[in-house]
Structure formats: C-alpha cells, structure tokens
C-alpha cells in the first residue's frame, strides 16, 4: 500500500524566514514518482515538481529547493526568504508505476507573516 | 486556453436536490478524476476513468454517479444532495499513471454548498 505523510499540518514563519515542509513516504514499489502541489487562498492547485525514483538529485528553482532521500523515504520542500505570497497549503503526492492513482498527503498550511 | 474546464465554480443549493459539474480537458490525457476537499482540506479521491472506462471508484455513496462521454470529459452527478456534501470538487486529468507518469492538471474548483 502508498501512503504520504505531512507530519506539520500548519506552521507560521515571519517573512524572510527559510521553511521547510516535509513529507514522508510509504511504497514498496521501486518506481515511483513524487509531487508537490501548492493551493493558495483563491483555491486552485498549482503544480510545483515532479520526481521520479530514480533520480535523487536535489532540485532548486529560484527560492524553493527539493530534498530527495529514498534512504528516509522523504521528499522535502524548503522555501528560502519566505515571502507573504508562500502562504498556501501545499500538499505532496506519490505515484507508484504499477498504480493508477496520486496519493496525497493531508497538507501543509504555510502561513507568513509580514 | 484553459487545460482543465470545470463548471459551474459555485453552487448554491437546497438538501434533496440533483445537481451536476461538468469538467473538460484539452490536453489530449486519458486519465480523468474527480476529487472531493473538505473544510479540512483534505483531498479524496472519488473517482478515475481512463479513456471512458471507469478504473477507480472509491467509497462513494451511490448518489454521486460520474460519467464520461469521451475521454475528454468526465462530468459528476449528485442526487439527493446532503448538508455532508458540501466541500469544493475538483476534476483533474493525466497520462495513465505507470505510463510516463506526468502531472496532474486540476481545473479550478466547484464549491459546492448544500443548505
């Protein structure tokens, strides 16, 4: 069975503080794929990253940057100079290649204060 | 041009009534979803059809029936609608997961609040 865990369900920064979201899997699978989504206050989902299993290469794209570890099964998200626009609930997500569906987990509320 | 088309955004409704959302993709996928998020925020997994065929049907009442005309569409009726129902529904598509896994795009919402 997949599983996602975010073990923070909601966290407060002041601006320009660094975060990190974190996010913990659970596949027996050996390909698989990661995600991170962002939902900000109007309500859509925003796609972030995608991850497969196979590269763990840590990923930055401008202030955001992705822990990969496959040896703690977590994928983290670290936002740096967190700025009021960061304030979302970000969920991340597991596809495993023998499954059919995304797996989410419960979110993080991310919430900076000005 | 907007990937994932979903309406109405807003519903507004009395208990006991049928309503539908409608959801459509232009991204060429075969994998359409519909998903429910509650106040909490959680998001659930309803329902997956790929190309038309029904491949996901989690714990739903019988009272929501998804229907899929083509692959491009995938639209949810509700009967007897209930105060529980009330959350936000998002529709969503993708490749066929385990093949070339990409993303999924979601469309943006429908709120459903049931009075």
């Known amino acids: 069975a997949q599983k996602v865990t975010q073990a923070q369900t909601e966290i407060s920064v002041v601006e320009k503080e660094d975060v990190t979201l974190d996010c913990v899997y659970e596949t027996r699978d050996t390909t698989y794929y990661l995600f991170w989504y962002k939902q900000p206050p109007s309500g859509e989902l925003v796609f972030l990253i995608r991850?497969?299993?196979?590269?763990?290469q840590n990923e930055i794209s401008g202030r955001y940057s992705w822990n990969f570890q496959k040896s703690t099964s977590s994928f983290n998200f670290t936002i740096t100079a967190s700025q009021v626009v960061d304030s979302a609930v970000y969920f991340c997500a597991l596809v495993v290649n023998t499954g059919n569906q995304f797996y989410f987990g419960t979110g993080t509320s991310l919430t900076v204060i000005p | 041009d907007t990937a994932v088309s979903q309406t109405p955004k807003y519903l507004v409704t009395q208990m006991g009534n049928d309503k539908s959302i409608k959801c459509e993709q232009n991204l060429g996928h075969d994998t359409m979803y519909w998903y429910k998020q509650d106040s909490k925020k959680f998001l659930k997994i309803m329902f997956s059809y790929n190309n038309k065929e029904l491949i996901i049907n989690e714990t739903v009442p019988n009272r929501f029936s998804p229907k899929s005309p083509d692959k491009a569409h995938l639209n949810l009726h509700i009967n007897s609608l209930e105060l529980g129902d009330s959350a936000v529904y998002f529709c969503?598509?993708?490749?066929?997961?385990?093949?070339?896994?990409?993303?999924?795009?979601f469309g943006e919402g429908s709120r459903l609040t049931v009075l």
């Open positions: 991850r497969n299993s196979f590269d763990e």
């Open positions: 969503a598509s993708s490749l066929l997961p385990g093949l070339n896994t990409g993303e999924l795009f």
